[in-house]
């Protein structure tokens, strides 16, 4: 293999490992799991509560797809950095931005089988959005909704793309990818294909030249057993490794089951889909579609394109400027869009211990939301400390004492600072919805504590 190879010439393989964890995981998980409406929610708690291990592997799942959208996207910057897209790997670039494609696909597809209020909502947006497509919309959202509503047909035309199409798909590119990385040899570092070069490498010499550098490499390189396998499967393991430590510790989310009349929840898709999230509620509504369609096409046009447009024989990236300057401006970029959409949306709200919330519940955890009562107060460590901590209010108080007191707080404690949110600032029926919702937070105990109500109700005043 040719000569100083890094590290950073793992990430391939480091890929391979996350989507063989995808592989095996998927298929255990889709040996429980039911694509319809009425079963795919509860099938899902099924493997969480009931399957063994059944929640570290969809962990497992959960993580190694967003470890392998960081290491294809870590792949291709480095694949970009070393210039290794030009002659003769422009084909194997292609192959490579296609994977890059598949793999958000799948990410895209599987979003919406836990059929949860945050895959049924992200979907929804990520189909309204295919939608706006000039000329092609309305047939692009037929083709993924499998009709003219988000429905049945949507989430089995979906399982069947993420467990049949895609897996098809990746596989055979992989095999693609690996063939012709075998014949070409892996790409050595850019001083090595610089020294003496022609300008361009669509020059008629520079084929010759390519071969006679490449073979210099190669003279002077390393094993590719055990010293390149070794450097492989060590990256390998600790990918690995790192995915089921997060499984373990964090798990997979799942929130209360998807309630298309609930027009109050808001939806959020998984970080690498966030970039262009918040670029939408950046700019108006009437170039949102513009937007929409016109971003991701361009990024797919550029990739494509790249490899034919820049000819010049240079491949480091320092002596790049213009790659330079585009890699930091899109990196840099990315990074203060993800971190925008992660401020605006606040302290996040810890979901529900031991069971689904109600309809009536997660109207009240909307306004629990849209009141800013977390600026206020905390739920597990999230919140403001201007109030008491409310992570285990449900302990304390049922839901009728809540009530009361949210309508005037200062009938229980004259000092207390918390506003009334008795009418008009909240109808009876909002203060009870809000009531419920907080009556749930129990911590991490969930339905298994006993409650230790300590409700006092203050004594009606007495007739003068």
């Not at 002077?220 to 089921?244: C, E, N, S, Y």
């Not at 690498?272 to 797919?300: C, D, M, R, W």
């Amino acid at each position: 293999m040719p000569a100083r190879l890094t590290w950073w010439h793992t990430l391939g393989s480091a890929t391979l490992a996350a989507f063989a964890v995808q592989l095996v995981t998927g298929i255990v998980l889709a040996t429980y799991y039911s694509p319809s409406p009425d079963h795919a929610y509860e099938s899902i708690r099924f493997i969480d509560h009931q399957v063994l291990s059944g929640s570290l592997l969809r962990g497992m799942h959960h993580w190694g797809a967003s470890a392998m959208v960081v290491l294809i996207l870590a792949h291709l910057i480095r694949v970009f950095s070393v210039g290794a897209y030009k002659y003769p790997r422009e084909i194997n670039w292609l192959v490579g931005v296609g994977l890059l494609f598949i793999v958000l696909a799948f990410s895209f597809t599987g979003y919406l089988l836990p059929w949860d209020q945050k895959a049924y909502w992200a979907t929804a947006v990520g189909t309204n959005i295919a939608g706006t497509t000039p000329l092609l919309g309305a047939k692009l959202a037929t083709l993924l909704r499998g009709g003219g509503e988000l429905g049945a047909a949507t989430l089995t035309r979906f399982y069947a793309f993420h467990v049949l199409w895609f897996p098809t798909l990746l596989g055979i590119l992989v095999l693609v990818h690996l063939v012709i990385l075998i014949r070409q040899g892996i790409a050595p570092r850019p001083h090595a294909l610089e020294q003496g070069a022609p300008a361009r490498t669509n020059a008629p010499t520079y084929p010759g030249y390519y071969r006679a550098a490449y073979a210099a490499t190669k003279r002077a390189g390393v094993r590719f057993w055990p010293d390149v396998v070794g450097k492989d499967a060590i990256v390998a393991l600790g990918v690995v490794t790192a995915i089921v430590l997060l499984a373990l510790a964090l798990g997979a989310p799942l929130e209360a089951p998807a309630d298309p009349t609930d027009t109050a929840y808001v939806p959020r898709p998984e970080w690498y889909f966030l970039p262009l999230y918040q670029i939408l509620k950046l700019v108006p509504g009437s170039l949102e579609s513009l937007v929409a369609v016109g971003v991701p096409t361009a990024l797919v046009v550029v990739l494509i394109a790249l490899p034919f447009f820049d000819r010049r024989s240079t491949r480091n990236l320092l002596h790049r400027p213009i790659g330079l300057a585009a890699l930091v401006v899109v990196l840099g970029g990315s990074g203060l869009l993800i971190g925008a959409a992660v401020r605006s949306a606040g302290p996040p709200i810890p979901p529900e211990v031991g069971r689904p919330l109600t309809s009536m519940e997660r109207a009240g955890r909307a306004l629990f939301q849209s009141q800013q009562c977390v600026g206020c107060h905390k739920i597990l460590g999230k919140g403001g400390e201007q109030g008491p901590d409310l992570t285990t209010v449900g302990l304390r108080h049922t839901s009728a004492w809540l009530h009361s007191y949210i309508e005037l707080p200062t009938r229980f404690h004259p000092e207390s600072r918390m506003p009334a949110y008795g009418p008009p600032v909240l109808s009876h029926e909002e203060i009870e919805e809000l009531a419920e919702y907080v009556a749930t937070l129990r911590g991490k105990a969930g339905l298994e504590a006993q409650p230790q109500f300590v409700d006092t109700f203050p004594e009606p005043p007495k007739p003068k």
